[in-house]
């Protein structure tokens, strides 16, 4: 029996000892081998960078130490095995080659000699002996070990696979749990999918290797052998082996054969705790290995011989992959974290080496790579993180690859890079494959400064969108290119990489959460489970079944998950979810095939989820989810440090929510057996809170309550406060104990057997010996002192035991124990932060230090409690039946699942039925065990979806949040209180600053009227200050937070000027020679309008600028705006009196208000305590004139008494019929109402006052009698009340009335200012007004003035215009006249070429063209024969051949040319007659045009002279306006303008006083003063500045008259040279233009005449072609016709033949599979290089025995030594 006890009594103590002296049991199997002792003998290891390679030895052989550890490893494991498993031999085994069979060593030798130590608890660990091996026969084994391993040799997998650990002398069977299926896959990991052949795929979850079918999608598994994990896997090229490298202390590397799946090899000793990546070379003889942190070792085996060949360090940072060379297997590369390496082996004279070379980035960014490819020729393809391609060559970058316009080949990094079929395979994150053209890659060169090479990809394929494609692999089908690929969004893809017509779309194989699970629940009423990640899906599983049923996606991920229980949905159909957001969303699973099937659906799923409700109750991610054991209530908590409760049945109804001390990790309710239900509450950071259960108010109004918040609920909490230290110090000091008594127990059996053998010597003897030991011992240990963490251990979960108990586990330094601890009494007083509590009593934990417990969960009667544990591993404790005290928790079941190094165990649940458990890890695997039970599960199992709703498809779709800044439902009711209550505040706001706006206004005319007193009157600005203390501190505030400002900025400021810099330098260049800078076009702006010698507006030459021209118009505006400005500043102080007004109105009747309260509290006062009551200020008639004509019926009546009276005065007899009583009344109401004008307000102030004054006399309406003590104390108070009430109200009235007269006084000072201001404006009117009645005397001259200026302004544009019509036209004309010139010469050139060279007629023929004839119009062309010879136009271009007519117009009576001369060509001559009328029509043209010119270019002088005067008349009417402008501005100067100035003002004294003579001054504003004081300044400047620029141009004047000086000595040679050239060639010097254009080209004649024949003939060729090819369409319709029967015809047997094909290939399949090795011609062709190798070396061999003997001294000489392979070959040949 345990004991349970509180820490610091008796008790307590007893229990330590119990607990120290039982627990000597074993622990499991990995805690035993961690504590074992562990020694590495791997050889001296080089940095990445270092090239020497002398440490790089290779292996041969094992240490002692090693084999030391491996046979302490399988002694420390026999006796937890026992008969339950076979003993592992882990010592080195040999092969015998006489007898062909496998040696072992006596398991005898093996064996512990003792048995295992007791348990101590001061290391927590059991320590193992193991036996001394005699050095012979170390040295024997490592003899062996050389040996020859047998190829038909099979390790035992029962050995090797690691076992669950159950502890001893328990009755709890291994197969406790049975795995039945895995639904998740870890997709993060790299080379996480492996395929086998070309329906069994392997991958790793945990520490499990799974095998499934592609097809049928079973799944086969195979367990790690060392319990911690399984680190990457690989598949040998043959796929006849596949190895499984694991992780933990120096794991091995276990080769398996494939398909009997037995253990083949095992390589030892590779790294110290995993390895991260293996790779076979293309024959398969070799292994790579590269390990993960901290070593990155790297190591090439032997695999097959179990031997290590070469080892050295990879990398210092993170290697990620390793690959042989498949072109040259002695070339190696490895990459991971910012590098890549490139290794050869190389002999040496030392021997064997690994020799590594770094690639270097150069200028390309560092990068890690994680796909890279070696191509044949030595050179590496990488990717990047970017998503470009890198070609690597000799250790550094080559070029970089990009798309074009410098698009990256990938958006991402670039996962896997192959060489397929000649075509590079890139696969990249953003989940695009594309196929790269290989020699375009394998050429590819820099070709410019940038490094960058564009190229197109072939093909690319998108698999989908949100898809990370992280690796693929070719499946082994014949006649198809499909692949594997890895997706780390979680799935599986079979892709069609053939980009073909019948390329299939990628196919989804299977579908996972992607990373960690962070809850799981199960179905109450079947085998249904729904699980959630952070991949934001939610996914429901039939785990009966092993189908994967539905899933749904969200925008946000998932961290909360429970089955809502039947109490609240009967069917068991709703799940609800927490996610990061802060949202919770139900859930509804339904079976689809219930609902009504409508018309186009295609696919009947067999489940489906529809989102039935969400809200938001947080801020921060839910971290749990628990129902009220009655249904009635959910409550959700978050890691934003509430716990929210809802009301189930009225749709999930906010009720309110708790604040809790830290963040919340768990919620459950008190189960049914506890009284009460209550609400436990883990916080991470080591709080524990029970709440009641919250009161449901089912009147209150959601719209009435402001917060949500419970504040009245008595919540318990717990503080836990470490305790682990005085729990070792009591181990501590329990052992010191026992070891005191072991010693004194000795000492006494010592001396009792002296006593007996040798008497009183004997007794002397012993304390001699005792009185040595004294001396000897030293001083003990101080005990271990007692240690509280700073960090609170975190709480990781729990669970109530009883009411007001529960039981916690711990993480961190509090780890290894289970505390049982108890709620103290509820303390609403009391602060959570200060209390600290300690646990009732603990459990101990086996091997949970570093481990703790994780999750907990029971069984349906509580017998087992499930444990999710930090490593991933699954522990099962026994416990008895009502065992709240963990008594029983002594026995467990202990087994390692998921991955130990980030597969903690998130979440963990067992089945409906206790049949099976189900537990989801942070490695993304979901693992169902099928729990021990005497009943046989049914294979066809299946679970059932709950039916859907009556009316389901046809209920709304509530709205869901999507948007993740969404208002929680306490923000957003916050939110809508805040907006109400900002409104109600911005209101009150925008009153304030209306009254701070008015006593602004007023303070400034206070100031202003203070300055406008005498200076012996004005008070100091100081005066004004009601605090200078609060100025000064505001200052200093407004200066610290600007200082603060700057220091945040400052690193922003300097960054940007850095990059401005930057940018400037950059951008920086030589402008163009026609640019100009907009700067210096605004500076010469400016100069232009404002720099010059610039007269006085009195100067006489002053010209007015044209937007300071003024007419009477604008001076009427200008009143016009005075006046309303006027009128505006006067209504503007009316309001400001009037709202004076009413403001003493107010104060008035408070003042009234408290006065009246003041009498009610004096009267229960005694009169000694009375003060004097303050007078109440009257509102005198005048201040109210609007009431002057206001009356009422009382004013009447008042009115007619007082006419009475006057008539009573007149007749003294009627005196005293008057009666002063109503008059007395009347007076004092009509008093009252005047002077008091109080308002409903004040006279429910009142009515509160005579309410409160009337309660006091109520007291003594009842019998006097004698005051008790407590009345008289009553009494007391009630006086001091009193008295401070009377204190407060005439404070209160003096306060009111103090603020109302300095608000008056401001007032007082504005007026005077608007008075001064008003004075101002009367003056400026006056002078506005005479300046527009003088400005209308000038207006009608200066109107007839401006309208002259306009008309000859309109006519200006006009004549311009008219002038540019001309140009024009002229310029029109002068261009026909060209052409007619061209056309003339090229009729010349025609007929010159169609007469020929050598004809005789030609002369004549030219003649009959040339010949002038009169034709009707030739009298006018005579007559205008002397303008044309004196027009400028009549060019040198004709003078030749005009003299050529003047010569033949003498001849022309000579020949007759109406007759062709015999033997001249008729066509020639019928030609020239033709050309003759031609060139006369071109003559007459030109004619014409030269006169049309001639007409326009006296119309254009005309035009000009005209424009010349108009210009003239233009500027003399523009001088005569401008001088009545001026005459009008020298009027207007000469009218007064008062300037007000005050006495600083003046600065023209004369012996300190003002002259009388004031004419000579001048009135100017200070601003403008100091610009033009500044203008002088900077005119210096840049006068210096010009100074410098005239020399630097002067200079650089000189400088281009020299370079032009040799310019033109350059221009003289080169022309000297040009005309010797000419003169040598030409004999002159010729025009080469002028003789380009006279020549012509007779060739191009002749082309042009034969082009003509030539289009006659073809436009008849062309004819007939059409013709033809009508006759071919006819044809070629009627073929296509038969045509298209035929390819239907083909089409049907195509499909035929397809399904023949599919048939074909079903049966050849198997046949096939016998050409998926490599080629046979490859295998030659190896085999032949070797063979020639072999032959070489051999005659190496011999040449070197003959140089050897011929070195001898007097050696003979021999013939040549032939190898034994030459010395075959010669008979052949002979």
Not at 1034 to 1045: D, E, G, L, P
Not at 1414 to 1423: D, Q
């Amino acid at each position: 029996m345990r004991p349970t006890a509180r820490p610091g009594s008796a008790a307590l103590e007893e229990g330590w000892r119990c607990l120290g002296n039982r627990s000597k049991r074993r622990p499991p199997a990995d805690a035993v081998k961690r504590g074992a002792a562990a020694v590495s003998t791997f050889e001296e290891m080089k940095e990445p960078d270092d090239q020497d390679t002398d440490g790089e030895k290779s292996v041969t052989s094992k240490s002692d130490g090693k084999k030391s550890l491996r046979s302490s490893k399988s002694e420390s494991r026999s006796p937890v095995q026992e008969d339950n498993t076979f003993l592992e031999d882990d010592t080195d085994e040999t092969f015998n080659e006489g007898e062909g069979s496998y040696l072992e060593e006596d398991s005898d030798e093996e064996r512990l000699e003792g048995s295992l130590s007791s348990f101590q608890y001061d290391d927590l660990q059991s320590t193992t002996v193991p036996q001394q091996t005699p050095a012979p026969a170390v040295e024997e084994a490592e003899e062996e070990v050389k040996k020859k391993i047998s190829e038909s040799f099979f390790y035992d997998y029962m050995e090797l696979a690691s076992m669950p650990f159950v502890t001893l002398d328990s009755n709890i069977p291994l197969d406790l749990l049975t795995l039945v299926h895995s639904f998740g896959y870890d997709c993060r990991k790299r080379a996480n999918l492996q395929l086998l052949d070309d329906s069994i795929a392997i991958y790793i979850a945990g520490n499990q290797l799974i095998f499934l079918n592609l097809k049928t999608k079973e799944q086969i598994y195979l367990r790690s052998s060392s319990g911690e994990g399984i680190g990457v896997i690989g598949v040998h090229p043959h796929k006849t082996y596949f190895t499984v490298a694991e992780k933990g202390s120096f794991p091995d590397i276990i080769i398996y054969e494939y398909p009997s799946l037995r253990p083949y090899r095992i390589l030892r000793d590779g790294t110290e705790k995993g390895y991260a990546y293996v790779d076979f070379n293309y024959s398969g003889n070799l292994l790579a290995s590269v390990g993960s942190n901290p070593d990155y070792t790297l190591t090439i085996w032997n695999w097959k011989e179990e031997q290590p060949i070469l080892r050295t360090k990879a990398f210092s940072q993170e290697v990620f992959k390793v690959t042989f060379n498949p072109d040259n297997e002695e070339q190696l590369t490895t990459s991971g974290s910012g590098h890549i390496k490139f290794w050869e082996m190389a002999f040496t004279f030392t021997g064997l080496k690994l020799q590594g070379s770094l690639g270097r980035f150069g200028k390309t960014i560092t990068t890690d790579i994680e796909g890279y490819m070696e191509l044949p020729d030595g050179k590496v393809l990488s990717g990047s993180e970017w998503g470009n391609m890198l070609l690597w060559e000799g250790g550094l970058i080559k070029v970089e690859l990009c798309r074009g316009t410098s698009k990256s080949c990938h958006n991402g990094p670039i996962n896997q890079i192959m060489l397929y079929e000649g075509e590079v395979i890139t696969v990249g994150s953003d989940g695009y494959v594309r196929i790269w053209d290989f020699e375009t890659i394998d050429t590819a060169d820099v070709i410019d400064e940038t490094g960058l090479l564009e190229i197109e990809p072939i093909n690319e394929l998108q698999v989908d969108k949100n898809v990370n494609l992280f690796s693929m692999i070719k499946m082994n089908e014949t006649g198809n290119n499909f692949w594997l690929a890895q997706d780390a969004n979680g799935a599986i893809w079979k892709l069609d990489l053939s980009f073909s017509n019948i390329t299939q779309d990628p196919e989804c194989l299977f579908s996972f959460h992607s990373g960690a699970i962070e809850a799981v629940a199960v179905s109450p009423l079947t085998y249904l489970m729904a699980t959630t990640a952070l991949d934001c899906s939610v996914r429901i599983y039939d785990f009966a079944s092993k189908t994967p049923l539905a899933q749904m996606k969200f925008k946000q991920g998932g961290t909360a998950l429970v089955w809502v229980p039947r109490m609240v949905n009967f069917t068991g159909a709703q799940i609800i979810v927490g996610f990061e957001d802060g949202v919770v969303r139900i859930l509804e699973l339904y079976d689809p095939k219930g609902l009504t099937i409508f018309a186009g659906r295609k696919k009947i799923l067999d489940a489906d989820i529809q989102l039935k409700q969400v809200f938001k109750p947080h801020t921060a991610c839910v971290t749990a989810l628990a129902y009220e054991r009655d249904g009635e209530i959910l409550a959700t908590g978050s890691k934003d440090q509430t716990v929210f409760f809802f009301e189930v049945e009225r749709d999930y109804k906010p009720i309110g929510y708790i604040n809790t001390p830290g963040p919340v990790c768990q919620l459950m309710w008190s189960p049914m057996s506890h009284p009460e239900s209550t609400l436990l509450i883990m916080c991470e950071n080591g709080y524990i809170l029970e709440a009641p259960l919250p009161t449901i108010k089912q009147e209150e109004d959601d719209h009435d309550v402001v917060s949500y918040e419970i504040k009245d609920m008595c919540i318990k909490c717990f503080h836990f406060s470490s305790v682990k230290s005085k729990i070792l110090r009591l181990i501590e000091i329990e052992k010191r104990e026992r070891q005191r008594e072991l010693k004194e127990k000795i000492r006494e059996e010592r001396r009792n057997k002296l006593a007996a053998e040798m008497g009183e010597d004997g007794e002397k003897e012993f304390q001699e010996e005792e009185e040595e030991e004294e001396e000897e011992e030293e001083e003990e240990e101080p005990l271990p002192e007692i240690f509280i963490p700073s960090t609170p251990s975190p709480i990781l979960c729990g669970f109530y035991s009883e009411p007001g108990k529960f039981w916690v586990s711990l993480g961190g330094y509090d780890s290894g124990f289970l505390y049982h601890c108890e709620f103290p009494p509820c303390d609403e007083s009391s602060d959570f932060k200060e209390q600290k509590d300690e646990p009732i009593d603990v459990r101990y934990l086996a091997d949970t230090e570093d481990n703790p417990i994780q999750t907990i969960t029971f069984n349906i009667n509580k017998v087992m409690m499930f444990c999710g544990m930090k490593n991933g591993a699954i522990r099962v404790y026994v416990l008895n039946q009502n065992d709240p005290s963990l008594t029983s928790l002594v026995d467990y079941w202990h087994f390692n699942m998921h991955d130990n190094n980030y597969g903690c165990i998130k979440s963990i649940a067992s089945s409906f039925d206790d049949r099976f458990l189900v537990t989801a890890g942070a490695d993304g695997n979901i693992f169902v065990f099928n729990i021990f039970s005497e009943f046989m599960l049914r294979k066809d199992m299946k679970a059932k979806v709950p039916s859907p709703r009556f009316g389901i498809e046809t209920e709304p779709i509530p709205e869901d949040i999507e948007d993740p800044k969404a208002y929680s439902i306490e923000n957003a009711r916050r939110k809508r209180e805040h907006d109400k209550l900002m409104k109600e505040v911005g209101e009150i706001k925008a009153q304030k600053r209306e009254q701070i706006k008015a006593l602004r206004s007023e303070f400034c005319k206070l100031l202003e009227m203070n300055e406008k007193l005498p200076k012996h009157m004005q008070f100091k600005r100081t005066d004004f200050d009601v605090d200078s203390q609060i100025r000064a501190e505001m200052h200093r505030k407004t200066a610290f937070k600007i200082q603060q400002v700057e220091k945040e900025l400052a690193w922003e400021k300097e960054k940007h000027e850095l990059g401005l810099m930057k940018l400037k330098n950059r951008y920086k260049s030589k402008p163009g020679d026609d640019y100009e800078d907009p700067k210096d076009l605004q500076a010469i702006k400016e100069a232009q309008v404002y720099m010059g010698d610039f007269n006085l507006k009195t100067a006489p030459d002053y010209k007015i600028p044209e937007h300071m021209r003024i007419n009477a118009a604008k001076k009427e505006e200008e009143l016009g705006h005075l006046d309303s400005l006027v009128h505006g500043n006067k209504r503007h102080m009316n309001k400001c009196i009037l709202s004076l007004r009413d403001l003493k109105v107010a104060v008035v009747e408070e003042i009234q208000c408290l006065v009246e309260e003041l009498k009610n509290i004096q009267s229960t006062l005694h009169i000694s305590k009375h003060i004097p009551i303050p007078k109440i200020p009257q509102i005198h008639p005048e201040e109210v004139p609007e009431k002057r004509f206001q009356y009422d019926e009382e004013t009447l009546l008042n009115f007619k008494q007082q006419q009475m009276k006057s008539n009573d005065e007149k007749s003294p007899g009627v005196e005293q019929t008057g009666s002063g009583g109503p008059v007395g009344g009347f007076l004092k109401l009509s008093s009252g109402k005047d002077g008091d004008l109080t308002t409903r307000d004040s006279i429910s102030r009142s009515s509160k006052a005579s309410t409160f004054s009337l309660d006091i006399p109520k007291c003594l309406e009842f019998e006097k009698a004698e005051p008790t003590d407590v009345e008289l104390e009553i009494m007391k108070r009630d006086e001091i009340k009193h008295v401070y009430m009377q204190q407060y109200l005439v404070n209160r009235i003096k306060e009111l009335v103090v603020t109302f007269d300095a608000e008056l006084r401001l007032l007082r000072h504005q007026k005077l200012k608007l008075d001064t201001q008003m004075k101002l404006s009367d003056l400026h009117h006056v002078t506005l007004f005479q300046e527009i009645l003088l400005l209308k005397n000038f207006e009608k001259q200066e109107n007839v003035l401006q309208e002259r200026v306009n008309s000859l302004d309109k006519e200006e544009q006009y004549m311009q215009w008219k002038i540019n019509e001309t140009l024009k036209e002229m310029e029109e004309k002068k261009n026909e006249i060209t052409k007619l010139q061209e056309q003339e010469k090229a009729l010349y050139a025609g007929f010159q070429a169609a007469i020929g060279e050598n004809n005789k007629f030609a002369n004549f023929l030219m003649k009959v063209l040339k010949k002038k004839i009169k034709r009707v119009k030739k009298k006018e062309v005579e007559g205008d024969a002397d303008e044309d010879e004196e027009s400028e136009e009549s060019s040198e271009e004709e003078s030749s051949l005009e003299s050529d007519e003047d010569e033949s117009e003498s001849e022309d009576e000579v020949f007759d040319d109406s007759i062709c001369p015999t033997n001249c060509d008729v066509a020639l001559f019928e030609l020239a007659l033709q050309l003759r009328e031609k060139r006369l029509d071109i003559e007459e043209a030109l004619v014409e045009e030269k006169k049309i010119v001639d007409n326009l270019k006296k119309e254009y002088d005309t035009l000009s002279k005209k424009v010349k005067i108009v210009a003239t008349n233009l500027n003399a009417a523009e001088e005569a306006l401008e001088a009545y402008q001026r005459e009008k501005q020298q009027r207007l100067n000469e009218l007064l303008v008062v300037i007000p100035l005050k006495l600083h003002q003046i600065e023209y004294v004369v012996f300190g006083e003002i002259p009388s003579d004031l004419s000579g001054t001048l009135v100017f504003s200070n601003h403008a003063l100091r610009r033009l004081q500044e203008r002088i300044r900077e005119l210096q400047e840049e006068n210096s500045k010009q100074q410098k620029l005239n020399k630097e141009w002067r200079e650089r004047r000189k400088q281009l008259i020299r370079e032009k000086r040799e310019m033109t000595k350059t221009i003289h040679k080169m022309e000297e040279t040009v005309r010797q050239l000419m003169i040598s060639k030409f004999g002159r010097v010729v025009n080469l233009e002028a003789l380009q254009t006279l020549s012509v080209n007779t060739t191009l004649e002749e082309l042009k005449i034969r082009k003509l024949r030539k289009e006659l003939a073809n436009a008849k060729e062309m004819k007939m072609w059409e013709e033809k090819i009508a006759q071919m369409r006819w044809e070629l319709m009627m073929k296509t016709k038969e045509h298209t029967r035929k390819l239907y015809q083909m089409n049907d047997l195509c499909i035929e033949k397809k399904k023949l094909d599919s048939r074909l290939n079903t049966l050849q399949n198997q046949q096939g599979n016998a050409f998926q090795g490599p080629r046979e011609a490859d295998v030659v062709a190896r085999e032949e290089v070797t063979e020639l190798i072999q032959l070489q070396a051999e005659r190496i061999s011999a040449l070197k025995e003959e140089i050897a003997l011929l070195r001898r001294k007097g050696g003979l000489i021999l013939p040549p030594i032939q190898s034994p392979r030459e010395k075959e070959i010669q008979p052949a040949d002979l």
